[in-house]
């Protein structure tokens, strides 16, 4: 595909060549893990679930576990009504979950199968619960189906009870790994606030080698803590396109205030965060956390001739790639391009807010984009760096320009989906990933009279 990109400029009317993105299922998959004991379903045939699973297992490189309802061509003609209630026994009588959590593909949805009512229909055992959220794989991206199993959770689990609010906050972290997850966690303990997070996939999708196996970890919120989310103080959704839905919903269904938010990537989104926990729970930043920013700061001063006004492109999810720029202007480099695959006019806005405040107006910005115009654009205007998935490597090898994974997938390095980027840690981590591939390339270029020991 890389030989085949012209040296003219070719306008694409319809389709995409390589999408930054992949479909519903598979973040409606991730969300569903997020919940404790619970197993989840793809309403469609056994390749949707196979792709699914090993997209996944692949990033987080722990098995993934899911049930399919296995259409054939009779499903495919009559509907899988069928196929879906069999499922439901078989995999409460086999598996025994306490949750099982379905999602639509593109076949079941084409169909049209009325999810509600086949579920309402099936034999459910006494104390299992089953929710649903359609998940089409022709509209939106993974981060739309995340967020619509999110919504889920709330519309099917959340309650309140009608008394006080509890002196507690909800966190809906969206799409990160469970490393950032578990990081955000530690913030909020370390400000002495009482939290229920979901979905929380921490202790799921990164379980620890013992010797006996596990096919419901300890890790996940628990459907008792989804239930009493409608009784908390305050909801924070992190990341428009993945938390907003289910803020939305749990405020309506339940009065629980929602703050939307970015996830805290990067300085200014972190002191968002601490900062709206600090208002609403009239609270004091502990001295911890005043030395971890202090540090990110230090660091920033200590670092900056190494990126300072270096150009960057950024590649991903709109809830990683808008307080990624954000971050990116504060270290004084320049997004020349910044793009995602999820659709949405409101990413290019607050996008071209951001670097229009910066003084920077020549940048392009594109949602819904493709990996390949991408790629002609940085063949047509160079760039110092390039911070994306694992997809990205083919354009960086291309164009031999640096790359830092960052995002969802990430297939060809270890680790990455344990180590934040949230939080004042995850500020340092990206500081030293960035500064660290802009001097790999700044030795491998030198010429010997320039080979520095220290830089």
């Not at 595909?1 to 400029?9: A, F, G, Q």
């Not at 919903?249 to 339940?254: A, T, W, Y």
């Not at 001295?287 to 920033?300: A, I, M, N, Y």
């Not at 910044?338 to 996008?351: D, H, L, Q």
């Amino acid at each position: 595909m890389l030989e085949c990109i012209p040296t003219r400029k070719v306008e694409h009317t319809a389709g995409k060549i390589n999408p930054a993105k992949t479909c519903q299922p598979i973040g409606a998959m991730y969300a569903a893990l997020g919940i404790h004991g619970c197993l989840p379903h793809s309403h469609g045939s056994q390749g949707c679930c196979a792709y699914h699973r090993m997209g996944l297992t692949r990033h987080f490189r722990d098995p993934i576990l899911a049930s399919s309802s296995s259409f054939t061509e009779g499903a495919s003609v009559f509907g899988g009504g069928a196929n879906l209630k069999t499922s439901i026994k078989n995999v409460f009588k086999i598996y025994n979950p306490e949750i099982m959590a379905v999602h639509t593909t593109c076949l079941s949805e084409t169909i049209g199968d009325d999810i509600p009512t086949i579920i309402k229909q099936a034999e459910v055992p006494e104390g299992k619960i089953v929710i649903h959220a359609n998940t089409p794989s022709y509209a939106g991206s993974h981060i739309t189906g995340f967020s619509n199993m999110t919504k889920a959770m709330v519309t099917y689990l959340a309650e309140a009870d009608g008394q006080a609010k509890k002196n507690r906050v909800n966190i809906l972290p969206g799409w990160v790994n469970p490393g950032d997850m578990r990081e955000i966690r530690r913030l909020v303990a370390d400000l002495g606030v009482d939290m229920i997070m979901f979905p929380d996939t921490s202790d799921v999708v990164d379980t620890p080698l013992t010797r006996k196996y596990e096919m419901y970890p300890e890790g996940g919120a628990t459907v008792a803590e989804i239930r009493d989310s409608g009784n908390s103080k305050l909801t924070l959704a992190l990341g428009s396109w993945s938390s907003d839905a289910a803020g939305a919903e749990l405020q309506e269904k339940c009065g629980v205030p929602c703050v939307p938010l970015h996830i805290p990537i990067g300085l200014k989104a972190t002191d968002d965060f601490i900062m709206a926990l600090r208002k609403e729970f009239g609270l004091t930043v502990p001295h911890s956390l005043t030395v971890e920013r202090g540090q990110v700061v230090d660091t920033l001063i200590d670092t900056h001739f190494h990126y300072q006004g270096k150009k960057v492109a950024v590649v991903g999810d709109p809830d990683i790639v808008i307080p990624l720029t954000e971050f990116l202007l504060a270290m004084g480099m320049i997004p020349v391009y910044v793009m995602t695959g999820t659709p949405g006019g409101k990413f290019e806005t607050e996008v071209r807010a951001m670097l229009e405040q910066a003084g920077i107006k020549e940048s392009i910005v594109k949602a819904e984009g493709d990996l390949f115009e991408l790629h002609k654009w940085i063949k047509e205007n160079p760039i110092d760096l390039l911070i994306g998935n694992t997809h990205c490597k083919y354009i960086a090898r291309a164009e031999d320009v640096p790359l830092v994974r960052v995002g969802f997938p990430i297939f060809d390095r270890a680790v990455h989906y344990l180590m934040p980027i949230v939080g004042y840690r995850g500020c340092l981590r990206l500081i030293e990933l960035i500064s660290n591939a802009l001097l790999e390339r700044r030795d491998r270029d030198a010429k010997d009279e320039d080979y520095e020991l220290i830089l």
